[in-house]
């Protein structure tokens, strides 16, 4: 088993910066690709960014230029800076991790982005 404990999650205004961590514990030999998903009120859950363990990355479009995810390996660590924040990047943010056949989830932090 994998857990997984988001922080950093708030408020700010549009344009201004917020930094998302999620440490991960347990068995996280087994982790190879983390990554952050999101999912604002009435609709689905989408990805957002994701990292593999060698540091691969992969964005959604609508975050792409804005939003810089990372790794600390040492520290079982993922990291999601986002920059230039708009209100539409408002949800709750949940730090995911693959490991084998399992699929792990975060309990969620908010995020929300005043105009």
């Known amino acids: 088993q994998v857990q997984l404990v988001e922080s950093g999650g708030g408020l700010v205004q549009a344009g201004g910066s917020l930094r998302l961590s999620c440490a991960a514990s347990?068995?996280?030999?087994?982790?190879?690709?983390m990554g952050w998903y999101r999912q604002a009120p009435g609709k689905q859950r989408e990805g957002v960014a994701s990292?593999?363990?060698?540091?691969?990355?992969n964005y959604a479009d609508s975050v792409k230029g804005r939003f810089t995810i990372s790794r600390d390996n040492a520290k079982n660590t993922v990291y999601l800076q986002m920059n230039s924040l708009k209100p539409e990047d408002t949800a709750v943010y949940y730090c995911?991790?693959?490991?084998?056949?399992?699929?792990?989830w975060g309990q969620g932090t908010q995020v929300t982005v005043s105009s």
């Open positions: 347990g068995s996280i030999f087994s982790i190879n690709t």
């Open positions: 995911a991790a693959n490991g084998g056949p399992n699929h792990y």
């Open positions: 990292i593999t363990r060698g540091g691969s990355t």
